[in-house]
């Protein structure tokens, strides 16, 4: 059974930045697409970025030159650094592997205005 644990999240000013990272259990880690997505209160869970095995990066529009994912396959581990947050970015942020369908808990992030 896969397992993702991410970690990272908190309370950080409107402007600040926070590194949200996510480890991996298995040796599936450096084959699969891995994503974050993000959930608000009252909306529906929304894709955030996500990297190829190899490196290829695709973000949602309104992050854009403000976040940066990255792996790192030797430790099974995906990043997100998060800068110039704003209060629209409060959510609770998930790690997925999109091959495996798996879900991480969920971390916390919120901004205040």
């Known amino acids: 059974q896969a397992q993702l644990v991410e970690s990272g999240g908190g309370l950080v000013q409107a402007g600040g930045s926070l590194r949200l990272s996510c480890v991996a259990s298995?040796?599936?880690?450096?084959?699969?697409?891995m994503a974050w997505y993000r959930q608000a209160p009252g909306n529906h869970r929304e894709f955030v970025a996500s990297?190829?095995?190899?490196?290829?990066?695709r973000y949602l529009d309104s992050v854009k030159g403000r976040f940066t994912i990255s792996r790192d396959n030797a430790k099974n581990t995906v990043s997100v650094q998060m800068n110039s947050l704003k209060p629209e970015d409060t959510a609770i942020y998930y790690c997925?592997?999109?091959?495996?369908?798996?879900w991480g808990q969920g971390t916390q992030v919120t901004v205040s205005s």
């Open positions: 990297i190829s095995p190899d490196g290829d990066v």
């Open positions: 997925r592997a999109l091959g495996l369908q798996y």
């Open positions: 298995g040796s599936w880690f450096a084959t699969d697409y």
